[in-house]
């Protein structure tokens, strides 16, 4: 299993980034999908889940309504578009596989190594 | 929410000792759905246990996990000069699921 994520960056607050994540190693559309982010030097926050067929999806409160998940079961790829981003959004953010295919299944069997986003005036 | 709490926060031990984490939840965990993950320095976390007791692929039987309701344990018998990393809790038995442990970090004494 491969998980490798692409995207992040410096943006200013209100901007906006697209991050992806590039899947191989297992039949993608078999599993749910998740981004989990990590603010330097602080834990661990699951920010979003989608299903493996892509049509069920849930986010934290966090980030409701200004971030959108979304997969490409085609290409093997996972999705996070962030909109409205804030300075508290600074963080490493992880796609995760989950151990099956819907939004309820919570154990993050394989993480991808982290793409940076950093929102700083 | 489900809040978990892990102790102690950091644990100072030497190679070839015995580990225990602790992880208590404000709440009773449907199932003991409870997992552990190990996070080493600019690395993703990997998966240790899940279930509260069952061992991740390819993970060392010297990684234990104990407990149910409550109060869950992550035991690990002989530390090897691998294993000291940041090990996190999380929760997917509880509402809203799927919350995190604050972290125990195992430094080398």
């Known amino acids: 299993v491969q998980l490798v994520g692409s995207g992040g960056g410096f943006v200013q607050p209100g901007g906006s980034l697209r991050l992806s994540c590039a899947a191989s190693g297992f039949t993608f559309n078999n599993y749910a999908m998740n981004w989990v982010r990590q603010a330097p030097g602080k834990g661990l926050e699951r920010v979003s889940v989608?299903?493996?067929?892509?049509?069920?999806?849930d986010y934290a409160d966090s980030v409701k309504g200004r971030f959108t998940i979304s997969r490409d079961n085609s290409k093997n790829t996972l999705f996070l578009q962030m909109n409205g981003l804030r300075a508290e959004d600074t963080a490493l953010y992880y796609c995760?596989?989950?151990?099956?295919?819907?939004?309820?299944?919570?154990?993050?069997?394989?993480w991808g190594q982290g793409t940076l986003v950093t929102v700083s005036s | 929410e489900i809040v978990l709490t892990q102790s102690p926060g950091t644990l100072s031990l030497s190679p070839g000792e015995r580990a225990t984490l602790s992880c208590r939840a404000s709440?009773?965990?449907?199932?003991?759905?409870l997992a552990w993950y190990q996070q080493k320095p600019g690395q993703a976390p990997r998966l240790l246990i899940h279930?509260?007791?069952k061992r991740a692929t390819g993970i060392p039987d010297r990684f234990s996990g104990s407990g149910s309701g409550t109060d869950f344990t992550l035991t690990i018998s002989r530390l090897e000069p691998e294993d000291f990393a940041v090990y996190y809790c999380q929760q997917y038995g509880g509402s809203p699921p799927n919350t995190f442990g604050q972290g125990t970090k195992l430094e080398v004494k």
């Open positions: 989608i299903s493996g067929s892509g049509d069920s999806t």
């Open positions: 995760a596989k989950s151990d099956c295919s819907v939004t309820g299944c919570h154990v993050l069997d394989y």
């Open positions: 279930a509260a007791y």
């Open positions: 709440q009773s965990l449907w199932n003991n759905y």
